[in-house]
């Protein structure tokens, strides 16, 4: 399928191309800079690791650029290095990466270099030891950081047994072979699960060919089958406390488990969630937690919609002092939701704003091609951009009641505070079960 | 080599009121960016009222005259923008990203605030309590935050960059209403100003409304000028920072010379070769070859009256620090004896030429490359400039740089060590 027409000039013309081997190609012109994005998607990523190998998925995806038949990895670096070209990888609930952005002028060996990174990995074991050594040395970094910290503690509170909750510690990470590697890669990182978009400065009728003859010899390979685990949301609030004594504020995550990304829910779920949260200073847990009493210097509420399972969330932050406040008025702010609705300004804000932004998601390679991406993941319908703004317009009043009644529940939620525990525990205690942690056990 | 040439059509000019306009077309998307670059962040500050340029840009966003508090971001995220401000050691910016059509309506609310801003008791009190928590967030909390915060303290001794750009926790809680009154009057006025519209207009109209809200706007008597000088440094300062963590930290900050020095773009070109991609020397010996940090790299502030060249290392829990300190800043010494090879240096200035490229990708990319130009560096022509300088570097350029800047007589080192 090629798209030759754009909606309003804003999304570009895209050609899609489904080769033998099942890998699909979209191209995107975009002329503004001598530039080129290429990112390939594949349909992996926590969802299918293990418990006991988390960080598997990272590992794989990560490994290939560290060695190939014929390159190690200095030899890699220097190449892509030369041409000033930026590659990344990155595996995340659904999906995981690689991608790279060039001058027109390198596109050519961006290409073969990519070829070489994907057809022919190596998985080096000295390499997954030096990757190995530096995540478990990146997680003792990262756990300086309370913001971090809390919101994976919070995942996993909320996800329970769900693969999504998992993410990377010392056992799991010394427990990836390199076998384990091997297989997830040639089991996931095939042709038949990925999609390469490549958008810029080209003309897309000419390189066709030459994608088709670097990746046609690229071997497709059957798909594990997809193993879900259901989660069940708790019936009252109940709370993890993790303690750590030098903090002089308090990193909050509240929410529980909700739908999923197909849900026929999603856009009367995305307005309402810019009206609560989403919407900065035009949301209403901005306007009151912040701006009226000064609470916080940001709060903001998410829906974060995966393929099987999704967590709705609130993330703040406040001296310890008043972190028993905050809870109750952002329990306050869902139930006045709950028992009012939200006014019909409100939404027509919501709307203008959902319509007004469409075009700056198009603005960039980068952003172009993590739209198109999204499409592809959640097999959102052909002309989902087409109908974007129509189906943004179309949610009722009734529609975010609804959503509301399925979605928002103040009387349940599972809340994670990394803070000093002792200034707040004896109030969260009136609210539920508590949980206490000390933060040297993480 | 062939370098990818980018002309950039700017339209220069000055309103009577001193206000100065940088106006650049550009059609690929129907989004357009207004900015208004102030000419002032906390070098203009005194002991006493640290971090009023920053609690200040926040209480410009609490309601003027005819737009009530936050209404100025309602109102741009109501036709789908959004907006901002950051405030730096040298500028405070405000800015907007919205649909072209609605230029004019971003241009009239940045007018607004300039002239009629609301300051009242109530509203400085809840921001200032708003900004206590973004310093606890990003300083108090966060070992990285705190460490730059010891880095500059410890390499400005006199001059203003000694303090934070948040500021002192206790001078958050004296400033007052008065302080910011005077604030206000002294530096927000049109001939401190330049206003950058980068995006999806007519130059005509966009003048013409530019005109209609903007030029009649009274100027004022110019702001003071930021006198003290920073001793020259005689040694190398070092400094701990003590935390709850498992990991230590490394800045090594060397000072380099003010933005519109020359000397920076054989800096930036030092720089790439230190931390640019995966090959380069610090990545290459302190992450690959060593394996001692998970992190590591640097970076160049160059601030309108000095710089500093800083490297960092988020090190392994298990390395031996005085080891890492030690490979960290040998990496930066090491390019006052080396002759760089001709292919390395291409490499370089290959991947400079690259981000150059990507960083214009956007009109509010387009916009802050301006603004960084004119305002710190002295002149917006300089981002067109760039490219064709940096090729112009040579090794030599590079082993002479070294020895004027990298050398320890201009070193500040501070170490978060964990305490757990």
Redesign the interface.
């Known amino acids: 399928m090629s798209r030759k027409k754009t909606v309003?000039?804003?999304l570009p013309a895209t050609k899609r191309i489904r080769f033998a081997n099942g890998l699909t190609l979209i191209l995107v012109e975009?002329h503004?800079?001598?530039?080129v994005h290429i990112k390939i998607m594949f349909k992996t990523g926590t969802i299918d690791v293990p418990p006991e190998k988390a960080g598997l998925a990272e590992a794989a995806v990560y490994l290939p650029s560290q060695g190939t038949d014929s390159k190690n990895?200095?030899e890699i670096?220097?190449e892509?290095?030369?041409?000033?070209?930026?590659f990344n990888s990155k595996s995340r609930e659904d999906a995981s990466h690689i991608s790279l952005?060039?001058?027109k002028?390198h596109l050519h060996k961006g290409l073969a270099l990519l070829n070489d990174v994907l057809l022919h990995p190596q998985f080096l074991t000295e390499e997954l030891e030096?990757w190995k050594?530096?995540t478990l040395?990146?997680l003792?970094?990262e756990?300086?950081?309370?913001?971090i910290t809390v919101s994976k503690k919070f995942k996993k509170f909320i996800f329970q047994s769900c693969p999504y909750g998992n993410y990377p510690i010392e056992t799991t990470v010394h427990a990836i072979s390199r076998t384990n590697v091997s297989d997830f890669y040639h089991s996931y990182y095939t042709p038949n699960n990925a999609t390469i978009v490549i958008v810029g400065d080209v003309i897309p009728d000419e390189i066709v060919d030459e994608v088709n003859t670097l990746f046609s010899k690229w071997k497709p390979s059957e798909l594990p089958p997809e193993s879900v685990v259901e989660v069940s949301p708790p019936d009252h609030f109940t709370t993890q406390l993790i303690n750590?004594?030098?903090?002089?504020?308090a990193q909050i995550r509240y929410g529980y488990i909700t739908t999923n990304r197909n849900t026929p829910e999603f856009f009367p779920i995305l307005l309402l969630n810019y009206i609560l949260g989403g919407?900065?200073?035009?949301s209403r847990l901005?306007?009151e937690i912040?701006?009226?009493?000064?609470?916080?210097?940001?709060i903001s509420s998410a829906f974060l919609l995966y393929k099987y399972s999704g967590i709705f969330v609130i993330s703040t932050?406040?001296?310890n002092e008043i972190v028993f406040s905050m809870i109750n008025e952002i329990r306050n702010q869902l139930h006045i939701l709950k028992n009012n609705n939200v006014t019909e300004e409100e939404l027509f804000?919501a709307k203008?704003?959902?319509?007004?932004?469409?075009?700056?998601k198009?603005?960039?390679?980068?952003t172009i091609s993590d739209q198109l991406l999204y499409v592809e993941l959640y097999q959102l319908p052909e002309d989902y951009f087409d109908t974007f703004k129509s189906n943004i317009e179309k949610v009722t009043i009734q529609d975010i009641k609804n959503a509301i009644e399925h979605f928002i529940h103040p009387d349940r939620a599972g809340i994670v505070i990394l803070g000093k525990s002792n200034t707040y525990m004896n109030d969260m205690n009136t609210l539920g079960t508590v949980e206490l942690k000390n933060?040297?056990d993480l | 080599m062939n370098i990818?040439k980018?002309t950039l059509d700017v339209q220069e000019m000055k309103f009577n009121n001193g206000l100065k306009l940088l106006l650049l077309e550009?059609h690929?998307?129907?989004?357009v960016t207004f900015q208004i670059w102030y000419k002032v962040g906390s070098r203009n500050e005194r002991p006493g009222i640290t971090g009023i340029s920053h609690l200040f840009e926040h209480m410009m966003?609490k309601g003027s005259q005819k737009i009530g508090?936050?209404e100025h971001?309602?109102k741009i995220?109501?036709?789908?923008?959004?907006e901002n401000a950051f405030t730096l050691w040298d500028v405070t910016t405000y800015y907007e990203?919205?649909?072209s059509e609605?230029l004019e309506l971003a241009i009239f609310l940045e007018s607004e605030r300039l002239q009629n801003l609301n300051l009242v008791p109530q509203t400085l009190?809840?921001?200032?309590?708003?900004?206590?928590?973004?310093r606890?967030?990003r300083t108090?909390?966060?070992?990285v935050g705190l460490a730059l915060e010891q880095l500059f303290a410890m390499a400005f001794m006199a001059h203003s960059y000694h303090w934070p750009i948040v500021g002192w926790m206790s001078d958050l809680d004296a400033i007052t209403l008065n302080d910011c009154k005077e604030y206000y009057a002294t530096y927000y006025a049109p001939n401190n100003a330049t206003i950058i519209v980068v995006g999806d207009f007519k130059k005509k109209q966009a003048l013409s409304m530019l005109k209609k809200y903007f030029g009649s706007i009274k100027n004022e008597a110019i702001p003071p000028e930021v006198t003290t000088k920073e001793p020259g440094q005689k040694g190398i300062r070092r400094g701990d920072v003590k935390?709850?963590?498992?990991?230590p930290?490394i800045l090594a900050g060397f000072k380099t010379p003010p933005a519109a020095d020359k000397d920076n773009y054989v800096l930036k070109v030092a720089s790439s070769l230190l931390s640019?991609?995966?090959?380069?020397r610090i990545y290459?010996s302190l992450?690959?070859d060593k394996?001692l940090?998970?992190?590591a790299g640097g970076e160049i502030f160059a601030l309108k009256d000095y710089g500093l060249y800083f490297a960092y290392a988020?090190?392994?829990?298990d390395a031996y620090i005085d080891e890492v300190e030690k490979y960290l800043i040998n990496e930066c010494e090491r390019l006052k004896s080396d002759t760089i090879p001709e292919?390395e240096l291409?490499?370089a200035k290959?991947?400079?030429?690259?981000?150059y490229?990507?960083d214009?990708?956007?009109?509010y990319g387009k916009a802050i490359q301006l603004g960084t130009a004119e305002i710190i560096y002295g002149n917006w022509q300089k981002v067109q400039e760039m490219p064709e300088k940096l090729q112009q570097v040579t090794a030599n350029d590079i082993k002479k740089i070294a020895q004027k800047y990298f050398n320890k007589e201009l070193l500040t080192v501070i170490r978060v060590i964990p305490e757990?």
Request: hydrophobic letters at 35%.
């Open positions: 309003n000039k804003i975009w503004s800079l001598p530039m990895a200095m670096a220097r892509i290095d030369f041409i000033g070209a930026k952005t060039i001058l002028k030096r050594k530096r040395s990146s003792a970094q756990k300086a950081d309370p913001s750590k004594d030098d903090l002089n504020q919407g900065g200073f035009s901005m306007a912040r701006s009226n009493k000064g609470y916080t210097y940001g932050f406040t001296k804000a203008s704003y959902f319509k007004g932004s469409f075009a700056q198009f603005e960039r390679p980068e933060y040297n | 990818s980018i550009d690929n998307a129907p989004i966003f508090p936050e971001s309602r995220n109501a036709i789908g923008g959004r990203v919205i649909p609605h009190q809840s921001e200032r309590e708003v900004v206590k928590e973004e606890r967030l108090d909390n966060d070992p935390v709850i963590a498992e990991a930290i640019n991609g995966e090959s380069s290459k992450i690959y394996q940090a998970a992190e988020l090190v392994n829990p292919e291409q490499k290959n991947q400079l030429e690259a981000d490229i990507f214009l990708a956007s009109v757990n």
